[in-house]
């Protein structure tokens, strides 16, 4: 494995974030292998391995992990290894680059756990636009953990076959219509200056009213 460490772990220039050193309790990572159905013949990554929740408990199968603590970063696994599986409780702080570097190394199939906040429709869409579709969905709860979590399998396949739909772009007020990204959003729920005093508005008041 490639011992090159990304600038996500360059101890110069990168902090890590206390909030993407969380471990899963060993039975909630028994819940994911289990659902994941590993046979004998599949390549499995662990990206993220920590203390090894998932990769020990893994059933026999050509296994392999990264873990940045111990210098081996996720990042730096370039090659299309052909994995059958990756699975594990990635860091939360770059789900964006995680999921890019997830799909570039192209797996049959991918399970990570989510914050529900974390599964968001832009995030879905480009999972989709990969070719991926959610064939397990899971909802639980992490007593300590901030938010509940989604365990999300998914896989190439077609659209048809995901058991979970999602609409990808925001919904906008019905009043003013602002939004989308980049744009100036709906004053609902939101602060505003009017004629020199703070107003804060309702979620059901938009200010944008004429
Ligand atoms: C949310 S924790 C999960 C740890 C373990 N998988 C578990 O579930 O108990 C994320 C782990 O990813 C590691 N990590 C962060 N950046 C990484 C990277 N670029 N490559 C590999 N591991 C990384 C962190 O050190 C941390 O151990």
Redesign the pocket.
Known sequence: MNNK??N??NPKRFK?KP??????PLKL?KMMIELCDIQPTDKVL??????????NNLPECNKSW????ED?????LTDCRHYDLII?????S?WND?ITHTIKLNPKRFCY?WGTCNLTPKRLSVIRNAGYIITNFHLCKVDWWFSPSFIVLFEKGNEEDSVVSFTAKAFFCDICGKGGEGKKKCGRGRTRIVDGVKKKYGMNECPDVV
Do not use: H, L, R
């Open positions: 460490v990304s996500y772990y890590q909030n993407d050193v969380v471990f899963t990572a662990d990206p993220s391995k920590g203390k090894g929740v998932f990769y990264c873990e940045i603590t081996v970063d996720f990042f730096t594990g409780n990635p860091p939360y770059m995680w756990i």
